[in-house]
């Protein structure tokens, strides 16, 4: 019986040890990885934000897809490989692979996207053709880079008149996707 009282006591203790580890506390995403991953360059954006190398072996790539829809606006859908983005309020500090995508149309910020899918709305595209950019950053506010340039991915759109105008506030507008083109844009 001692033999069998031994048996119940380790298994009671292991039980305990395993229930205190999941006690509901958590790790902090990117626990036991370095606090700052990749190595800092001291090259910087338009903005002023610094570029950061990600890892040679497991590099972040970014393509891009935009297309018209029938109301003036535009889907955009990217395509990403070795990253994930970061939920809403995740900490402020770079971890390997993981951030958000600045959208751009001309170089002016359009939105920051913590997902694969964006929705443009009528008139963010006047007529014309325009550079739709996607760049990827990490959560402390860096750029991803790969040998020294910026993780970004780059379509060149170009809107006709329906398009332009389709829903942007004077006097309304005429709906519908001729003579659109999107391209996709690879990273």
Avoid: N
């Avoid at 070795?82 to 939920?87: L, M, N, P, Q, Y």
């Avoid at 443009?120 to 006047?126: H, N, T």
């Amino acid at each position: 019986m001692t033999g069998t009282r031994r048996v119940c006591v380790a298994l009671a203790v292991c039980l305990l040890l395993t229930a205190g580890c999941g006690s509901g506390e958590r790790a902090e995403p990117g626990a036991g990885q370095s606090s700052a991953p990749g190595r800092l360059l001291t090259a910087t954006d338009e903005e002023g934000r610094r570029y950061r190398e990600a890892d040679p072996g497991r590099p972040p790539r970014i393509g891009i897809e935009i297309k018209p829809g029938a109301d003036g606006d535009w889907d955009v859908r990217l395509t990403v490989r070795d990253f994930r983005f970061s939920a809403p309020g995740a900490p402020e500090r770079a971890v390997a692979g993981q951030g958000v995508a600045h959208l751009s149309v001309d170089g002016d910020l359009v939105a920051v996207l913590r997902g694969p899918r964006h929705h443009l709305e009528p008139g963010r595209i006047s007529r014309g053709t325009h550079q739709v950019t996607v760049r990827l950053h990490a959560d402390d506010g860096t750029v991803w880079a790969v040998d020294g340039e910026p993780v970004e991915s780059t379509a060149d759109v170009t809107a006709s008149d329906a398009e332009a105008t389709a829903g942007a506030g004077v006097g309304g507008g005429a709906g519908g996707a001729e003579a659109a083109e999107a391209v996709e844009g690879g990273g």
